[in-house]
């Protein structure tokens, strides 16, 4: 694991997990259309944001396996399992804690949801002297900021995102 990786996954330790889901974003061109935890958990387990969050791994991964095909071979597995068990750690722990002072139900899905975006924000950054990191990067800084990215507007990958 990379400096940059391990960076984040220590502001994800101390992250404020949920503390301003609901807030005002009006000032964001990132447009807040979710008013609930409900709502949130409905965007972020729709097929059409699945295919959203599965399209924004492609698109590292394809970039990855044409311009380092041997890298991306040699250490993708293997990054992944080293953080598999420290990002579902800090779901289990951090995460569903601070959902429970809020009284958000963490369902196996959003378990798996938040697993995904932690992961590939740390791949991004894993690989980010190859492509700049961009997509889960930018749902990173929404969790970091304590809200819940949970949906997209329009069409992938031009849109925005949804953020309770």
Known sequence: MNDLSAKMIEQFEVNPWFTNCGVDLSDSPTRLRVNSWSEAVK????????????????????????????RF???????????????????????????????FKISAAVRVYLFVDLLCCCMELEYADLLAPKYFAE??????AGHFPCGWDGQFPEGRLLVF
């Open 43 to 70: 965007l972020c387990k729709s097929r059409f944001h699945e295919n959203v969050q599965t399209e924004s791994r492609n698109l590292l991964t394809q970039h990855l396996f044409v311009h380092a095909r041997v």
């Open 73 to 103: 071979r040699d250490t993708w597995n293997v990054l992944a399992r080293e953080l598999n068990p420290i990002l579902y750690g800090i779901i289990d722990t951090k995460v569903v804690d601070m959902a429970k002072t809020r009284n």
């Open 139 to 144: 749902r990173a800084k929404w969790y970091l």
